[in-house]
Nanobody, 123 residues
Framework: QLQLVESGGGLVQPGGSLRLSCAAS?????VAWFRQAPGKEREGVSC????????KYADSVKGRFTISRDNTNYTVYLQMNSLKPEDTAVYYC???????????????????WGKGTLVTVSS
C-alpha cells in the first residue's frame, strides 16, 4: 500500500516561489500533482514517471513549475516559480498503480492520494 504525504505549502506573494514535497513509502510508482481551488474542479498539474525520465505538465503551469524526484529518499518535488493568485489551491500528490504516467494522466483515476497541502498566493 503506497502512502503519500505532502508538505511545503504556505502563503507566498505573487511572483514568488514555493517548493512542495511528496514523501512516498516506495519509489516504483509514477507520481502526479493535482490541485483544487475553492469552487473549482480538480486539475492535473504535473506527472513524473518512476525513474524520472518522463515528465508532463498542464499548459497553465508550463515554464513555471518543475517536477522532479529523488528516489534515494522516495520524495517527489514540485518547484513552483512565478506564482500567480490563480495558483491558489490545495495541492495533492497522487499515484497510479503503475510506473509510468498514464496517457490521460490529468483525468486518470489515480489509485493513491495524499491529504493535500494548501498554497495561497496573495499580497
Amino acid at each position: 500500500q503506497l502512502q503519500l504525504v505532502e508538505s511545503g505549502g504556505g502563503l507566498v506573494q505573487p511572483g514568488g516561489s514555493l517548493r512542495l514535497s511528496c514523501a512516498a513509502s516506495v519509489d516504483y510508482y509514477a507520481v502526479a500533482w493535482f490541485r483544487q481551488a475553492p469552487g473549482k474542479e480538480r486539475e492535473g498539474v504535473s506527472c513524473i514517471s518512476a525513474i524520472g525520465g518522463d515528465t508532463k505538465y498542464a499548459d497553465s503551469v508550463k515554464g513555471r513549475f518543475t517536477i522532479s524526484r529523488d528516489n534515494t529518499n522516495y520524495t517527489v518535488y514540485l518547484q513552483m516559480n512565478s506564482l500567480k493568485p490563480e495558483d491558489t489551491a490545495v495541492y495533492y500528490c497522487a499515484a497510479p498503480n503503475y510506473w509510468a504516467c498514464p496517457g490521460d494522466w490529468s483525468t486518470y483515476g489515480m489509485d493513491y492520494w495524499g491529504k493535500g497541502t494548501l498554497v495561497t498566493v496573495s499580497s
